[in-house]
């Protein structure tokens, strides 16, 4: 039998390049191996599954053997390969070789964690996957309680729907404003009073440093002294792309596996997208940029290379308390905010210095302006 095609990792990215291909070609072997348990969800619902009230198994969309059916390919599970050998095109799960006859990295990006000191480090749950949700899930059952750590998109996002599920939130962050990196002040403001009104309380600033076991609960010490009581804390300090495999086998690397339009790394049989991928110089941690590469990678895999194009990619924000959508001006842009509205409808706009739109931030009823805005933002990647 011909060597397959072979894609790591069964997250949004492998299994849309995999239906994409399956579309073009229906009969070359298709690989599908997956450190977790291989089931089809989506990862955004991951913040949203606690004010619906869903078990992991209600995120489920699709077990592997129905996925390995409808995809007419293999997929192994619960398998964490653990090298790649270009110069043979194959790849390693400890002491078996896997031919190749292209590979795909699909395999993600990890949570950031950082050392805190104390007895509790096991009550602290980054929640990446579908597997990490359950656990999460199983730990906060019957507790009241939740530190989360990091006041970016996915903390934010927890808090509004740990808040739904019934939790009382702290959110804990060193920076001096809710996203910092996604959003304009103004913006985050109306966020950040959205949460607050609904009872998330903010610590923004320290960084917590002791975790203690304190009779049934803990106690996280902050690094400004402040002490605060909870039961069970979440990680949601930010996330690195996955590419430490990659660099050992000789590939480049920067923030992300490096790929050139056509999603190919910088060696011949090896390509990558999704959360892992750094793509003409832009790493996007979101569906839409890896949709857009499942198709155009998927035409390459099937015969017809094809370049990548980003257009305009507003970010939808799940904070339902405050709703929020945002779009960043595009690397290597210059331009000026101008800000309208007050309390929670924010209009922030990033115009250039001829008048061209660059980016946006909307909240609250603002939110409604999106279509109308996006047909003057430019795209990512033309
Ligand atoms: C809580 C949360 C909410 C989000 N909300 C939104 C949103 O509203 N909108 C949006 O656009 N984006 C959102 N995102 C981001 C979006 O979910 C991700 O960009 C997307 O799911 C990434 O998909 P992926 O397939 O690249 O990676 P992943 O889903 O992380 O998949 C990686 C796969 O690789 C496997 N793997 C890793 N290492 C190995 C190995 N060595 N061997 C074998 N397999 C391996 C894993 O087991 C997994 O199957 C959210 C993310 C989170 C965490």
Redesign the pocket.
Known sequence: MSAPVVI?????????LAREFRKLDSETPLLL????D?RSY???????GFGKNKEADGLTMAEPGAMADQLKAEIRTH????GIDPGHQRLW?GEEAIYYRDLVL??????VRVPVEGDAPEAIFP???LED?ARFRAAAAGKKRVLILGAG??GC??ANDLILGGYEVELVAPCEQVMPTLLHPAAAAAVKAGLEGLGARFHLGPVLTRLLRNGEGLEAHLSDGQVIACDVVVS?IG?RP?VD?AAAAGLQTGRGVIVDRELKTTHAHIYA?????EVDGLN???????MSSARALAQTLAGTPTAVKYGP?P????TPVCPLVVSPPPRGTEGVWSVEGEGADIKALCHDAGGNLLGYALTGAAVMEKLALNKSLPPLLA
């Open positions: 790591i990792g069964t997250g949004l990215a492998g299994y849309n191996i997956t450190a977790d291989g989506s990862k955004p619902m991951l913040s949203t398998t964490r390969i653990s799960i699909a395999w993600g990006a990890e949570t929640i990446n996957d949700y998109l996915i996002e927890f949601a996330l996955r495999l997208l999704g959360d892992c991928a996007l941690l979101y569906v839409m940029p890896l990619m970010i939808t924000v799940k």
